[in-house]
């Protein structure tokens, strides 16, 4: 029996406790160079005391991008400022994984010099995105009808993915979680909903994986298994893409990356985006599949938590909006709270308010 306040190691990475801060996208990033901003730094630093700090999805390439002001690791000039933010998390005693994020189709061609994005097939899609809109502030806007990535496309991706490893590295992260859930690229591959291709890419379940494991091997070669994680959300609606019989195939992949010895598996429940809350049978096929980490996210309680935890189903939570609004989120579960409340109003976008003014505890 394993409790929240326990260590656990991920990989490499040793962790005090096993209370997580999930990947948030935030959009304060600072224009037009998409690097973390100052102001980025004191909010991670406010949350250091997580057990692990997962960043918000930041991109592994321009075409990877697909929201206003998130930050990218593409750059040297990202990387530079992500070493500020990764310096200053380890002087105040946390660790940092990088979140390595393609958006794929959930973009706009606003961001690709007028180009649709990318993704598996040219299908039609009903999604939004939020982009500048000519007064400077955040607009929401329809996604475009994508282009197909071609073979030689992909074979960049895959490069854009070992690059941003590299970069991540230098730029000081403990640990990289590769994004595949959520509806964005790897999702889109993934899934037979968003992927109608007739080449080694798409049809059978092990062609759907293909990208999403030549990404990891990439990733693992370029660095190491033991500091890469991977994010999977095979259950549920995301961004337009609503998969609700995908457990077969989340099952089939978790298998998969079982055999590459990696960090952990973060596995996204679906409850908390609208789609319905996941059972303890596909929890235990799950662990069955995957011998090691788990880490469990998605409209979690603490009580939820300490339960799954009990019954050895996963071995993190990571918390999200939680953890917005609570700075010092593992204290306060640790002492039964009080609990600050999150403000949707100043989640995406905007400067300090709502990002670094959530009072920590006396
Ligand atoms: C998210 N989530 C998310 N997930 C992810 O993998 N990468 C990301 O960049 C983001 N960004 C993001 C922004 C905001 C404002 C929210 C609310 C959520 C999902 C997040 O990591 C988490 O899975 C959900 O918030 C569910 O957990 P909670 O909030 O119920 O603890």
Known sequence: MSTLFEPVTLGAVALPHRV???PLTRMRATPPGDTASELSREYYVQRASAGLIVSEGTQVS???KGYMDTPGIHTLEQVAAWREVTDAVHAAGGRIAAQLWHVGRVSHESFHDGEPPVSASALPYRNRTTVRGEDGRP???NCPTPQALTARGIAQTVEDYRRATVNAREAGFDLVEIHAAHGYLL?????PVSNHRDDAYGGSVENRERLTLEVVDAVTD???ADRVGIRVSPVGKFNGLEDLGGGEAGLHLAGELARRDLAYLHLSEPDWAGGPALDDDFRARLRAAFPGPIIGAGAYTA?????LLGAGLIDAVAFGRAFIANP???ARLRSGGPFNEPDPATFYGGGAEGYVDYPALG
């Open 20 to 22: 997580v801060m999930a």
């Open 62 to 64: 321009t075409w990877g």
């Open 139 to 141: 607009q929401r806007v």
């Open 187 to 191: 999702h889109q591959f993934l899934s």
């Open 222 to 224: 370029a660095w190491s």
């Open 303 to 307: 009580e939820k938590a300490e339960r």
């Open 328 to 330: 010092d989120l593992p």
